[in-house]
């Protein structure tokens, strides 16, 4: 019974060792590898073949920056009628909201889609992205923060990876 123990521990010990290993070093290793290979870029879609998308923004006290997001989101270069945008307040308490509206109704942000849902109580990030994800009814889901930037491309680019059927999510870099 003594060398069943001796030898279940032994193994038990370097299978953790090995999977230490493979998590640390060598899965690093592989994915640098993987991603070495040339990425097909594809080729730009037409506006008029471009997916309906929802930019879905979660926002916790974001009074000081929502402005400068949503100036930045209706810069894209994207045909305002194919996406809208959700700006999901989570408890804020501070004037998010408020700012937002008033931000959309700015003549810069004229003719896009957005609406603000605001949820009463801070219920964290993920609570809050899978209850709105879960009433979304367009083909592409885009996920941003307020403090992200994104360039005027990066909705074509990225509904232009979804012409592949194979494909289920893209990402920023």
């Not at 209706?74 to 945008?85: C, H, N, S, T, V």
């Not at 004037?95 to 949820?119: K, W």
Request: proline residues 5%; hydrophobic residues 50%.
């Amino acid at each position: 019974m003594d060398t069943f123990i001796t030898n279940a521990t032994a193994a038990v010990t370097l299978g953790s060792l090995a999977l230490n290993v493979w998590h640390h070093a060598a899965w690093p290793v592989a994915l640098k590898l993987l991603s070495r290979r040339a990425a097909a870029t594809p080729a730009p879609i037409d506006a008029a073949a471009a997916p309906s998308v929802t930019i879905v923004m979660p926002a916790y006290n974001e009074a000081g920056h929502i402005a400068a997001k949503l100036r930045n989101l209706a810069a894209l270069d994207y045909p305002r009628d194919r996406f809208e945008i959700v700006i999901a307040c989570d408890g804020c308490s501070d004037d998010t909201a408020e700012i937002a509206r008033a931000t959309l109704a700015e003549p810069a942000c004229a003719g896009l889609q957005a609406r603000v849902v605001e949820h009463t109580r801070n219920r964290g990030k993920v609570a809050v992205l899978n209850g709105t994800i879960a009433m979304i009814t367009t083909e592409v889901v885009a996920l941003t923060d307020v403090s992200a930037v994104l360039p005027a491309d990066a909705l074509l680019k990225a509904a232009a990876h979804f012409a592949d059927p194979s494909l289920g999510a893209v990402g920023g870099t």
